[in-house]
């Protein structure tokens, strides 16, 4: 195929007709985190580069090896963002959100870039839905954190993930903690890859997150943090768990979760699921207390987590979750004539500005094939609009569902669709919930119509 009808490997489109379930997705999200106090923030798609090497952390495979980066016509290095994290500290320090009430409580969505292998649910343009929460170092914030993802996923109706869970400490503990690796490791260091054995002595719990064979397969004997957590951290990571049992969110220990990027204290989880593959990882986060302070602002404890929007739509399909039905076009217009065209063309723009969705015919079909094409529009009725309609002021509108018709007039015409539509589905709702019910619906909706 010709490259520039191929989109770059490790990308993929959404198409139109699969584009309502990720509206519907989306707006769950912000809904659910708009209930938890979450405002949108929106960032840019590239930064500096060094934002991300000090941010995410330059032992991490992410920056040392999968960041996008180049240099841009005024000579700076720029990189199309990894991650969501970064970019929404740094905005919170340049806009000085820190001055306001805290927690700021940030989500987004947005595209991330990682030049990774591609594989089923690893992709280099992917998606995320992500929240951070600035500014909260009690361990009742973790627990709220990990119940709004949770949340996210009950109102979605996605069974079956594992919440994994874990706690790296803060840099106090972790040093002692850093030791034990190192002596581990070093029996190893001939075997380890070259990445890691560059690791070994800034920052050994990396060498736990490598995805090459050897050394994943060396990791998996090595001591565990939570053998190290200062009192401090165990009662925090006490704190968390007593919380999740209070509201019921099941979850597992993982002491080998380090996860990804080098923010991470304390707090660390994931929501796994071992329906999609190799990459059931769908949701991950955790605490970083040290961020906001590394990035050039005070010591400002924080929080998030980020799901995977194409891993999570590939586990929605493993699933057969349920999707609400695409919306339907209330109204196809079929127009016989230049006469009819310019009529339809108002009676369109008065239903459309009432809030129907209205569609006519710029193609120039013939009557039969405006007709199918009604049909393959899926619209909800159809009209046919020629001279003697115009003439008489009234058409006829057929429910493409029943077959049913329905003469109205064309003179306040978006008042007369949408009574004979309200009616039409007032029966329909009398009809389901049968005659025994006796109730009369239209003394409901009495005042609406
Ligand atoms: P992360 O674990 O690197 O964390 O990514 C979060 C989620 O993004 C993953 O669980 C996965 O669902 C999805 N994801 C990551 N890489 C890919 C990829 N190549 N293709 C498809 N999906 C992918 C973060 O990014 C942190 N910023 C999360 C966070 C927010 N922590 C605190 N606040």
């Known amino acids: ?37 979450y405002k949108e923030i929106r960032t840019p798609v590239f930064e500096h580069t060094e934002l991300f090497q000090r941010g995410v952390g330059d032992t991490t495979d992410v920056v040392q090896k999968e960041m996008y980066t180049f240099n841009d016509k005024g000579n700076r290095s720029i990189t199309l963002r990894p991650e969501g994290t970064a970019g929404a500290v740094r905005s919170f320090l340049e806009h000085g959100l820190y001055n306001e009430p805290l927690p700021q409580k940030v989500c987004y969505l947005t595209s991330c870039y990682r030049y990774e292998k591609p594989q089923a649910g690893r992709l280099r343009e992917f998606h995320q839905f992500g929240v951070e929460c600035l500014g909260a170092a009690e361990p009742v914030a973790d627990a709220e954190l990990i119940s709004l993802a949770q949340n996210i996923f009950d109102i979605l109706q996605i069974n079956n993930l594992h919440l994994e869970i874990n706690s790296i400490g803060c840099p106090q503990c972790r040093q002692k903690y850093y030791d034990a690796l190192k002596e581990y490791f070093k029996k190893y260091e001939n075997e380890l890859c070259e990445t890691c054995r560059g690791r070994m002595e800034r920052n050994p719990m990396r060498i736990l997150d490598c995805k090459s064979p050897v050394c994943s397969g060396i990791a998996k004997d090595a001591p565990t943090i939570l053998d190290y957590l200062c009192d401090d951290c165990k009662e925090h990571f006490e704190a968390v768990k007593g919380y999740l049992d209070i509201m019921e969110i099941p979850y597992t220990i993982n002491p080998r979760i380090v996860r990804g990027l080098d923010y991470y204290t304390r707090t660390v989880f994931e929501f796994v699921s071992d ?175």
Do not use: W
């Open 1 to 37: 195929m010709a490259l520039i009808t191929k989109a770059i490997r490790g990308t993929q489109d959404l198409l139109p007709n699969e584009s309502y379930k990720q509206q519907y997705i989306e707006k769950q999200m912000l809904e659910t985190a708009f209930n938890f106090g």
């Open 275 to 449: 329906e999609i593959g190799a990459q059931g990882t769908v949701c991950g986060g955790g605490r970083y207390d040290g961020l906001v302070e590394e990035l050039g602002g005070s010591h400002i404890p924080s929080l998030g987590f980020a799901m995977g929007l194409e891993r999570l739509m590939l586990l929605m399909e493993a699933q057969g979750t349920p999707f609400p039905e695409e919306q339907r076009p209330d109204l196809f217009i079929a127009t016989m004539g230049e006469v009819a065209t310019k009529k339809a063309l108002a009676l369109a723009n008065e239903l459309r500005y009432d809030g129907a969705s209205v569609l006519y015919d710029i193609a120039g079909r013939s009557l039969k094939a405006q007709m199918k094409y009604a049909n393959k529009l899926n619209a909800q009725y159809s009209m046919v609009l020629g001279e003697d309609e115009i003439v008489k002021g009234k058409a006829t509108v057929k429910n493409m569902d029943t077959g049913d018709q329905e003469e109205i007039s064309l003179e306040d015409f978006s008042e007369n669709f949408m009574r004979m539509s309200i009616n039409e589905s007032m029966k329909d709702l009398q009809n389901t919930m049968g005659d025994g019910q006796g109730v009369d619906l239209s003394s409901l909706f009495g005042g609406m119509m």
